[in-house]
């Protein structure tokens, strides 16, 4: 288990990494940034946030479509900042299939990654497969899930973060790519188990949008550049305080 100082013995070894409850400070989780990394270093400072006791969380897709999506490398390597593996760092992985380089490049807002040389590419493949699938971070209102997608129905937290250890494709693509839940495909009803509540990305919505315990926290950041006049960059405190939401508006400059 990773203690609440921020320290990370095994980082990103396992598709499953756990957290202890933050004795010394705050616990934060951020909707997908897209590269909107000065909207986040803004938002944090608003809030105050103290790099030697806090520690922010991220539902994944760190890059693509937005300005800096190179400084996420920097942000891996900060010792408060954890984040699990979304679909756009899967593309990372993926690159070098040409026929995903080709999808990535011309749909996915990759065009960034072949301006990078070759060092800092293996640099990059190096840190995304590291990351996690899930993580779980203890509060001091629970246990707090973290995903970047979706879980799937039926199945709870626990049974879910097994088959993820044990590297079910099901499991895996629930993980970072499923919107059945948000679509509306199934009923939705709460993930039970261990977990109190579970916080996700993937899918864009005007405001964070909580579907029983499930919430969805990509408020569209990386939107603005397309006259999203919403878009906003969401942050959720979910200790000590159980689930306090901050925005910063990523259609002003910073």
Known sequence: MMNGEGEAPGRGASPVVRFDVNERGRDFVVGDIHGMFAHLRALLGSLAFDAGADRLFSVGDLIDRGPASHEALQWLDYPWFFAVRGNH???????????????????????????????????FRARVGAMPLAMEVDTASGLVGIVHADIPPIVTWDEFVLKL????????????WSR??????????????????????????RDV???????????GAVYAQDGYADARLTVVEIHPGEHRVHDIDTNVSV
């Not at 990372?92 to 072949?114: A, F, K, T």
């Open 89 to 123: 760092e899967q593309f990372v992985l993926d690159s070098d299939d040409p026929e995903q380089l080709d999808v990535w490049l011309r749909y996915n807002g990759g065009e960034w990654w072949i301006t990078l040389p070759e060092d800092e590419r293996a640099r």
């Open 165 to 176: 250890e044990r590297g079910d494709r099901d499991a895996t693509f629930y993980a970072m």
């Open 180 to 205: 059945n839940r948000i679509q509306g495909s199934y009923a939705s009803s709460s993930v039970y188990g261990r977990v109190q509540r579970v916080y996700c990305g993937h899918t864009p919505t």
């Open 209 to 219: 949008l909580d579907l029983a315990n499930v919430y969805y926290i990509d408020t």
